[in-house]
């Protein structure tokens, strides 16, 4: 009795002791110090241009330099040695794309040995356009109060886009039915070569191919402001008759996306079945893009 | 650009005019045509991008296994932007061999890809992983951007992480965000005997780590815009009271020698000060202070018998957005960063709660209380615009990405069973989906950019 006593006293209290030892504080609760990842360990530079495809077959097209700054002779043809360009970016910058100050040289592409844009069209194109009719599901908007003309036209994307449970509340403005801009079409020169109704038609289906084939770069906070000019020449078949140039300056990293959206769409799309009687119409043509209905 | 955009912005209010006529045909007078027809454009494919990432290159099996995991990385973040597309692997007809040549670029126009990423992994003989990729427009046939990385193998979903970046900078012109975590708080056990964590993850919830031990309560964790450092309200001292935590080090204190609970905490956008509630013993009311983390002194911003918190400071620092009830019912205010010119902003029906600054700066995130449900909204910085990302029965707490183009919350689901977990939700409101956590999470909060 007194031995088991002790023993069970004795237990109790290394039990007890060893709480005391291996329960950790909570206070003191360890984290492994490899948590952080150290930034500093990923360095990184800019990987050069690898040399211009020897034989491009069905690369009829090459968008031409824009003019406006002067091109840029590329630093390097070949990636094995890897330099960094003249700009060289040291270690971890804190940010690993490219900064400002890198922009313009990456937007200017120097000239590169390319044939000219060909008038005619490569079939691999033709067949591209033929075979692309991209599913046509755009995300329903949840709600359209009734008609009022909105005051600002982000307010009218705003309240597409609002996903209030009930009609209840929200200061928001009503909306108009249309989000989509109307078909009619509104002529504002008369001395216009082309009666307004071969124009319309042109138009028609220009818009129609880019509603299929651009995609404008999203996310914007100021897509509004946003206005990207294109000058287009195009042959008698509906392609380029030079690869689409942009007037538009690029300035900055959203500008230049959406020049290069705007382009990617303009070639994605061609030819334009554009009807022939009327070339003299549209054999020049200026498009602006603006993202306006996009965030 | 900024001058442009000062001309347009006084042209605004004919801009939806023009807008809701998209097809204007105009006489453009440049001299080397008669008449040129001029169209404008403003409906484009709402579609995600389409985007080929093939698998990065490499001459050893290890090597190759690499490349696949970080494509897979890329692919993932991608795809959860909602921004893009990534075309299945399987569907690619160019199998990539040379990092080095250009891309057959017909044979991913037939995909109907519209950029192209490849890249090439190679360990070094120092144990570095060495990790390249370029990104291709594939219709203007040039290389977009392209970077070099090195770093060490167990780094190597961060090199996803980075390369995701720079694609999706480079092809919408803003920042990317997929280079950061999310600390929150994970919930383990029944409901009415929840153990509460300090928990942290990657973006995308791979790499979780625990921060403590579930012992005491931990609410509303956030992260130092400039530092590796958690501030959070813990009852760890019975009273709730607002920490520090060190993530390198794991160390932990208390913020200040307050009298009562200080809950609410944030850092500024600088890092040095943390702004909280502080309520008094025996004060029915709380108010928003400020502590330098140097020089510890205190700052008292509003002075009212009505309870103030959920300060947040706009990204510039100049201003601070917080919820008071001073008016009655908990509304949105805006006051200057010394606690001048305090004005409510939110007017709508309902109770506006947890307001969060963007990044960007544009735009605040609240939660609302309307008719029993809890919504996730945002608002202009005045107030305007007001508009609602997703509803339900009990949505909470948003937290912006690095860019704030996306916004995370938490959702709690009914029932005995039910908990809450993480959701995602863009600007838009579209593109919500849940993010993946093994067990219950709340009271999530998006870190800046790791580098």
């Known amino acids: 009795m007194r031995w088991s006593v002790s023993i069970s006293s004795l237990i109790h209290v290394a039990l007890l002791a060893s709480a005391v030892v291996v329960l950790p504080d909570p206070e003191e609760f360890e984290v492994t110090t490899s948590e952080a990842v150290p930034v500093e360990i990923i360095s990184e530079e800019e990987v050069p241009k690898p040399v211009p495809p020897e034989k491009p077959p069905e690369e009829a097209k090459k968008p031409e330099p824009p003019k406006l700054e002067p091109p840029k002779p590329e630093p390097k043809q070949e990636v094995a040695a890897l330099p960094p360009k003249p700009e060289p970016e040291p270690t971890p910058k804190p940010d690993p794309v490219e900064e400002p100050p890198q922009e313009k040289p990456v937007e200017e592409k120097p000239p590169e040995p390319k044939p000219e844009a060909k008038p005619e069209t490569p079939d691999p194109l033709k067949k591209l356009i033929e075979s692309h009719k991209l599913p046509q599901k755009k995300p329903k908007a949840p709600k359209r109060p009734k008609e009022k003309p909105p005051e600002r036209f982000d307010d009218t994307i705003n309240a597409l886009l609002n996903k209030l449970p009930d009609e209840t509340s929200a200061p928001l403005p009503d909306v108009t039915e249309e989000t989509e801009p109307t078909d009619t079409p509104r002529t504002a020169a008369v001395s216009q070569s082309g009666t307004q109704l071969e124009r319309e038609q042109i138009a028609e289906i220009v818009r129609a191919k880019m509603s299929q084939c651009w995609n404008p770069p999203a996310a914007l906070k100021d897509a509004h402001n946003l206005k990207v000019t294109f000058n287009l020449a195009f042959d008698r078949s509906g392609g380029f008759a030079r690869a689409p140039q942009s007037e538009t300056a690029v300035s900055d990293s959203i500008t230049r996306a959406a020049v290069e959206s705007a382009r990617r769409a303009l070639m994605r799309c061609a030819p334009y079945p554009l009807p022939e009687e009327t070339y003299d119409v549209w054999k020049d043509m200026v498009l602006n893009f603006r993202p306006i209905t996009m965030f | 650009m900024s001058a442009y955009m000062k001309t347009v912005s006084s042209k605004l209010a004919t801009l939806a005019a023009v807008a809701v006529c998209a097809v204007a045909l105009l006489l453009a007078g440049t001299p080397r045509s008669l008449a040129l027809i001029e169209i404008d454009i403003t409906q484009g494919n709402v579609e995600p991008m389409p985007i080929a990432v093939a698998?990065?290159?490499?001459?050893?099996?290890?090597?190759?296994?690499?490349?696949?995991?970080?494509?897979?990385?890329?692919?993932?973040?991608?795809?959860?932007?909602?921004?893009?597309?990534?075309?299945?692997?399987?569907?690619?007809?160019?199998?990539?061999?040379?990092?080095?040549?250009?891309?057959?670029?017909?044979?991913?126009?037939?995909?109907?890809?519209?950029?192209?990423?490849?890249?090439?992994?190679?360990?070094?003989?120092?144990?570095?992983?060495?990790?390249?990729?370029?990104?291709?427009?594939?219709?203007?046939?040039?290389?977009?951007?392209?970077?070099?990385?090195?770093?060490?193998?167990?780094?190597?979903?961060?090199?996803?992480?980075?390369?995701?970046?720079?694609?999706?900078?480079?092809?919408?012109?803003?920042?990317?965000?997929?280079?950061?975590?999310?600390?929150?708080?994970?919930?383990?056990?029944?409901?009415?005997?929840?153990?509460?964590?300090?928990?942290?993850?990657?973006?995308?919830?791979?790499?979780?780590?625990?921060?403590?031990?579930?012992?005491?309560?931990?609410?509303?964790?956030?992260?130092?815009?400039?530092?590796?450092?958690?501030?959070?309200?813990?009852?760890?001292?019975?009273?709730?009271?607002?920490?520090?935590?060190?993530?390198?080090?794991?160390?932990?204190?208390?913020?200040?020698?307050?009298?009562?609970?200080?809950?609410?905490?944030?850092?500024?956008?600088?890092?040095?000060?943390?702004?909280?509630?502080?309520?008094?013993?025996?004060?029915?009311?709380?108010?928003?202070?400020?502590?330098?983390?140097?020089?510890?002194?205190?700052?008292?911003?509003?002075?009212?018998?009505?309870?103030?918190?959920?300060?947040?400071?706009?990204?510039?620092?100049?201003?601070?957005?917080?919820?008071?009830?001073?008016?009655?019912?908990?509304?949105?205010?805006?006051?200057?960063?010394?606690?001048?010119?305090?004005?409510?902003?939110?007017?709508?029906?309902?109770?506006?709660?947890?307001?969060?600054?963007?990044?960007?700066?544009?735009?605040?995130?609240?939660?609302?209380?309307?008719?029993?449900?809890?919504?996730?909204?945002?608002?202009?910085?005045?107030?305007?615009?007001?508009?609602?990302?997703?509803?339900?029965?009990?949505?909470?707490?948003?937290?912006?990405?690095?860019?704030?183009?996306?916004?995370?919350?938490?959702?709690?689901?009914?029932?005995?069973?039910?908990?809450?977990?993480?959701?995602?939700?863009?600007?838009?409101?579209?593109?919500?989906?849940?993010?993946?956590?093994?067990n219950f999470a709340s009271d999530p909060a998006w870190s800046p950019l790791m580098n």
């Open chain 2, 55 to 438: 698998d990065f290159i490499g001459s050893s099996e290890k090597d190759r296994q690499f490349g696949q995991d970080i494509a897979g990385v890329i692919n993932g973040n991608l795809q959860r932007s909602g921004l893009f597309r990534p075309l299945g692997r399987d569907a690619h007809i160019e199998k990539i061999s040379s990092f080095d040549a250009a891309p057959r670029f017909g044979d991913w126009r037939i995909i109907k890809a519209q950029a192209l990423v490849t890249g090439r992994i190679a360990l070094q003989s120092d144990g570095r992983l060495k990790a390249e990729f370029r990104l291709w427009d594939v219709f203007a046939q040039t290389q977009l951007t392209g970077f070099q990385f090195f770093t060490t193998p167990r780094n190597w979903r961060r090199i996803g992480h980075l390369i995701s970046d720079a694609v999706y900078q480079r092809l919408t012109g803003e920042k990317g965000y997929f280079d950061s975590r999310v600390v929150f708080i994970e919930e383990t056990g029944p409901k009415d005997q929840r153990v509460k964590r300090l928990a942290m993850m990657d973006q995308d919830g791979a790499n979780l780590r625990r921060l403590t031990n579930g012992d005491h309560l931990v609410l509303t964790p956030r992260f130092n815009p400039k530092s590796q450092q958690i501030t959070y309200m813990s009852y760890a001292g019975r009273k709730p009271r607002v920490y520090l935590y060190n993530i390198e080090t794991g160390q932990r204190e208390i913020v200040g020698d307050f009298q009562g609970m200080t809950f609410a905490p944030r850092f500024s956008p600088d890092g040095r000060q943390v702004i909280m509630s502080w309520q008094r013993d025996g004060d029915g009311n709380a108010n928003i202070y400020t502590m330098d983390l140097r020089s510890r002194k205190i700052r008292r911003l509003t002075n009212t018998p009505a309870i103030d918190t959920g300060p947040s400071y706009s990204p510039d620092g100049k201003q601070i957005v917080f919820e008071s009830d001073r008016g009655g019912s908990q509304q949105i205010y805006v006051m200057n960063s010394d606690g001048s010119g305090q004005q409510r902003i939110s007017f709508g029906k309902g109770r506006y709660s947890t307001p969060v600054w963007s990044p960007r700066g544009d735009m605040i995130a609240f939660t609302k209380l309307l008719s029993r449900r809890f919504l996730i909204g945002v608002m202009r910085r005045d107030g305007s615009g007001e508009r609602i990302l997703t509803e339900g029965y009990h949505n909470e707490g948003p937290t912006w990405s690095p860019n704030g183009r996306v916004l995370l919350f938490f959702r709690e689901s009914r029932g005995e069973r039910g908990g809450p977990k993480l959701w995602s939700v863009d600007l838009t409101g579209y593109n919500e989906q849940e993010v993946e956590t093994s």
